[in-house]
């Protein structure tokens, strides 16, 4: 079986940034299940396993624009430590969702902390970053009616409700 729109994929994987260095990894763990075709994944690492069957195994480098996009600088802004109320403690790392300026939601992550200044980036924490997976695929099946109506796979590795 090969891997097409409304099937269920599983797959072992680690991704590395350009030093090398590992981001993420399913080693040691259950492989990553989902629903391909359905925006689970990044575009770039969906486009690459297209056609691919169980076996397979490949290297492949996304560009920031077909995985977590470019990095924006308009998404940075300072705002007034006021602007967190209710949060005691604010510390650098801490995510909150926010009111992006098309009316969506974002999450925000702070950046810094200067006295009543707070830095918050709405940028995903991998924009702008080529990224490398080595990936063995493990399983495809075909995905049930229900997980294609879902939009994800359901149960061991994917989504539980």
């Given at each position: 079986?090969?891997?097409?729109?409304?099937?269920?994929?599983s797959i072992d994987?680690?991704?590395?940034?350009?030093?090398?260095?590992?981001?993420?990894?399913?080693?040691?763990?259950?492989?990553?299940?989902?629903?391909?075709?359905?925006?689970?994944?990044?575009?770039?690492?969906?486009?690459?396993?297209?056609?691919?069957?169980?076996?397979?195994?490949?290297?492949?480098?996304?560009?920031?624009?077909?995985?977590?996009?470019?990095?924006?600088?308009?998404?940075?802004?300072?705002?007034?430590?006021?602007?967190?109320?209710?949060?005691?403690?604010?510390?650098?790392?801490?995510?909150?969702?926010?009111?992006?300026?098309?009316?969506?939601?974002?999450?925000?992550?702070?950046?810094?902390?200067?006295?009543?200044?707070?830095?918050?980036?709405?940028?995903?924490?991998?924009?702008?970053?080529?990224?490398?997976?080595?990936?063995?695929?493990?399983?495809?099946?075909?995905?049930?009616q229900e997980e294609?109506?879902?939009?994800?796979?359901?149960?061991?590795?994917?989504?539980?409700h």
């Amino acid at each position: 079986m090969l891997i097409a729109a409304n099937k269920a994929v599983s797959i072992d994987y680690t991704l590395t940034n350009d030093a090398g260095e590992v981001i993420d990894s399913s080693a040691g763990g259950a492989p990553l299940v989902y629903l391909h075709g359905a925006g689970n994944i990044i575009p770039g690492l969906e486009k690459a396993l297209e056609g691919k069957q169980a076996g397979d195994e490949l290297k492949v480098s996304i560009e920031p624009e077909d995985a977590y996009g470019e990095y924006l600088a308009e998404l940075v802004s300072t705002l007034n430590r006021s602007m967190f109320e209710g949060v005691d403690e604010l510390e650098v790392g801490m995510q909150f969702h926010a009111s992006a300026p098309d009316g969506q939601m974002q999450i925000v992550t702070i950046r810094d902390l200067d006295g009543d200044d707070v830095t918050v980036d709405g940028n995903h924490p991998l924009a702008g970053q080529r990224l490398t997976f080595q990936v063995k695929i493990v399983d495809i099946r075909d995905a049930s009616q229900e997980e294609v109506a879902h939009g994800h796979v359901h149960g061991e590795g994917g989504h539980h409700h």
